[in-house]
């Protein structure tokens, strides 16, 4: 009888909490056959959009088609100044990126407010024999790729650079590209050596874009 008891109780109290478990809803309505009664149903739906940011220098995955992913090739870019122009202050373009000519990609494509952008060097290149040349010597230039609104620059420097801030617009999404170009200024007259190389010798910039 004490089982029984328990089990009806069991039972009972299972019944109870029935409609807080079901994942879904119905409704009966009865009226007299000259009325037409209404029912009604409920459904709730939630889309959760995860915050994207993406940041391409480089070589990189397409990101017009929606496509992010992660890719990891460092791009290689080397100035050479011919014999006797050492230091005269005339500009030498690079060799290498992904659009050749010392040319990269640079594309961030977020959907969570403004972003801020910055590079940041470890120091001057260096030909780890103690002559150093500042990452102030090469230059970036900013030209449109795709976006309307060209994705600016930092200013690089042994060091971090100061933010770039994108603003976003009231939708919040921001799509911005460009074509950075880089450049050696030459005005330095330094001694003959490799400075930098790859991941040597402080050659490595690193981007960083950041989002609330």
């Known amino acids: 009888m004490k089982i029984s008891i328990a089990l009806k109780t069991l039972l009972g109290a299972g019944a109870l909490t029935l409609p807080l478990m079901a994942l879904a809803e119905s409704n009966v309505q009865t009226g007299a056959a000259t009325?037409?009664?209404g029912a009604t149903a409920h459904v709730d739906f939630s889309v959760v959009i995860p915050k994207i940011l993406y940041l391409?220098?480089?070589t990189g995955s397409t990101y017009s088609s929606g496509a992010l992913t992660s890719v990891n090739t460092i791009d290689l870019i080397t100035f050479s100044p011919a014999a006797g122009t050492v230091g005269n202050g005339t500009a030498v373009a690079g060799i290498?990126?992904?659009?050749?000519?010392?040319v990269e990609t640079?594309?961030?494509?977020?959907n969570s407010g403004n972003v801020t952008l910055n590079a940041t060097a470890?120091?001057?290149?260096?030909?780890?024999?103690?002559?150093s040349i500042p990452f102030t010597q090469i230059t970036t230039a900013a030209t449109t790729l795709t976006s309307t609104t060209q994705l600016p620059a930092p200013v690089l420097t042994n060091g971090t650079s100061s933010n770039v801030v994108l603003t976003a617009p009231a939708t919040k999404l921001i799509v911005q590209d460009a074509k950075w170009t880089y450049?050696?200024?030459n005005t330095a007259n330094v001694p003959?050596?490799?400075y930098g190389g790859v991941n040597v010798n402080n050659s490595?910039?690193?981007?960083?874009?950041t989002m609330p």
């Open 122 to 131: 470890t120091g001057a290149l260096s030909d780890g024999n103690g002559d």
């Open 96 to 102: 290498g990126g992904d659009l050749t000519g010392g």
């Open 192 to 194: 003959a050596g490799t």
């Open 35 to 37: 009325n037409s009664p």
């Open 106 to 110: 640079a594309a961030i494509v977020s």
């Open 183 to 185: 450049s050696y200024a």
């Open 56 to 58: 391409r220098v480089g």
């Open 204 to 209: 490595r910039v690193v981007y960083t874009a």
